[in-house]
């Protein structure tokens, strides 16, 4: 099982990071299509051309000098710089060090966001990091290097590394909203934010604070979760434990794996909600699978038609 992630194979991910975009120039039919356009309008406008005035152009596009001289209003039109700041939020918490097959929740969380860092950093975006465990929170900021990229990469392979069953911190639920927090205070406008969490102690704060980052930025919800919420195995018994207490599960009864389902459920459906309710999207990650071959299904069926590759 995939306890740790190495710091080598989520630098390696970068050969893997193509068929999809996480752009904000999405059609209507595209996972990543929010509640709005973005517009970004920063430092990086190039001039282009001037033209006549159309109705409807923006009067702050005019050009006053040449309409003078021209006897008619005619604007100045700019060419944007595809230019936004990635901010990448990677819960490394306690209560993501569980797998029961392939890796833990903690591994494809560093996965994932090791293919948007690449991406963005492709695609010319300056790529950033807010990276959280259940007693401290780590900021990197946004810059379009590389060197950034491997620090963000170095940092999670630490946090990851830190985790095991027997470490002596309590689980922090409360952690996920005060590094959204942070991420508001930061990301004003016409940023992309990608979450990689499990979203425990997701409550009516956390959805209070995502719709205010959606409000003027790009929110995506990477939604990491582990099979054995969805499907119990056909085993009569299983033993659990949260590194101090454990218990024995007994999953040959109909009404004990009726209750597991039904608590998970009650957990997640709220979250899968932030789709419809905020126009936020989620996207349900397995650590049972392939976390690249799960993003180009998610998103690559965009970025391949477009060949944006």
């Given at each position: ?6 710091f ?17 120039s ?14 970004v309008r ?23 000098k040449?309409?003078?001289?021209a006897?008619?209003?005619y604007?100045?039109?700019y ?9 990448l939020v ?5 209560n ?17 966001t090791?293919l ?12 950033g990091a ?7 929170v ?6 379009r290097?590389?060197l ?24 922090n639920?409360?952690?996920?909203n005060d ?10 406008h016409?940023?992309l ?11 009516v704060?956390t959805?209070d604070?995502?719709?205010?980052l959606?409000?003027?930025?790009d929110v ?9 919420a969805?499907?119990?195995p056909?085993a ?31 957990r997640?459906?709220?979250i ?5 309710e ?13 976390i690249?071959?799960?993003i ?14």
């Open positions: 099982m995939g306890a740790y992630v190495e080598e194979s989520l630098m390696a991910l970068q050969f893997k990071a193509s068929g999809f975009t996480l752009r904000h999405q059609p209507v039919h595209s996972l990543l299509f929010g509640r709005r356009a973005s517009h920063g430092r990086g406008l190039d001039f282009e051309e001037l033209r006549g005035y159309v109705a409807g152009d923006d009067v702050r596009s005019i050009d006053w040449v309409t003078a001289r006897q008619k209003p604007v100045r039109v060419s944007e710089e595809r230019d936004r700041p990635t901010m990677v819960d490394q918490r306690i993501m060090f569980f797998g029961s097959r392939v890796s833990m929740k903690s591994v494809t969380a560093a996965e994932v090791a948007a860092a690449w991406r963005s950093l492709h695609q010319g975006d300056r790529v807010f990276l959280f465990n259940d007693n401290s780590e900021q990197i900021v946004a810059k290097s590389r950034t990229v491997t620090r963000i990469l170095k940092r999670i392979s630490h946090f990851n590394k830190m985790l095991h069953a027997d470490m002596p911190v309590h689980p639920p409360t952690q996920l590094v959204l927090e942070s991420v508001a205070r930061v990301c004003h016409d940023a934010i990608l979450i990689a969490s499990d979203f425990d102690g997701a409550d704060r959805r604070l995502l719709l205010h959606s409000r003027a930025n995506a919800c990477c939604l990491i979760y582990d099979p054995l969805i499907h119990l056909a009569d018994q299983l033993v659990v434990s949260n590194g101090e207490l454990q218990v024995e599960l007994q999953l040959g009864q109909e009404k004990v794996r009726k209750n597991i389902l039904d608590a998970s459920d009650r997640v459906r709220p899968l909600a932030w789709q419809h905020l126009g936020i999207p989620v996207l349900p990650l397995s650590n049972a699978d392939d690249a071959t799960q180009r299904h998610l998103l690559g069926h965009v970025a391949m038609r477009r060949r944006q590759l």
